[in-house]
């Protein structure tokens, strides 16, 4: 009886193993870029020197994140399957634009006035649905004289409807949220 007991304590050691880190789950879907590739980028708030930088490609559209509790904002960028996104910066999706509310829908037209937008998405569901939308922004070529990493077009991607965002606003230029480096979860973006 005693040996019986011994091996189902053991067992059950072996079986429970270490406690599973806790993961929330952000759906992602983009209109207007079905093969681009999806980034989710942010820094750990329990811990600056971990970071999450998770790349994938579209199936049909959409993809899926699964992104551990210790990043409750995380910055979504898009990049195209050619690999320019415009002037040598990250296309960031802009969940919330200043003037507007989580819920409700931005057109083309409203996101191109757009001046201010936050870059980080809050994650404070187990479930996000994160529903971006993708347009081309014709550069104007006053700027390309001089500069290398000038492109004809840029892209513009926003959160439609928007969704809560978090961390510091960003000025934008026609709606447009580009950066080098956003780290959410970090300083002023947490």
């Not at 950066?179 to 970090?186: D, E, K, R, V």
Request: hydrophobic share 35%.
């Amino acid at each position: 009886m005693k040996s019986l007991l011994m091996s189902a304590v053991g067992v059950g050691l072996v079986l429970g193993g270490s406690p599973a880190m806790a993961e929330n789950t952000v759906y992602v879907t983009v209109e207007g870029c079905r093969h681009c590739t999806v980034t989710a980028a942010a820094v750990s708030v329990q811990n600056d020197d971990r970071t999450i930088y998770k790349q994938q490609s579209m199936f049909n559209g959409t993809t899926t994140f699964w992104i551990p509790e210790e990043y409750p904002s995380v910055s979504f960028e898009i990049t195209p399957k050619s690999g320019e996104s415009g002037w040598n910066s990250v296309t960031i999706v802009a969940p919330l634009y200043r003037g507007f509310q989580p819920g409700q829908k931005v057109s083309v037209k409203q996101a191109r006035k757009s001046k201010w937008a936050q870059g980080c998405v809050a994650i404070t569901q187990p479930e996000t649905w994160l529903d971006v939308r993708v347009v081309k922004n014709k550069n104007p070529k006053k700027y390309k004289k001089g500069d290398p990493t000038w492109t004809r077009y840029s892209l513009l991607a926003w959160a439609s409807p928007q969704v809560q965002g978090v961390g510091q606003w960003m000025d934008t230029y026609k709606g447009r949220t580009s950066a080098q480096n956003t780290f959410c979860g970090l300083g002023p973006y947490r």
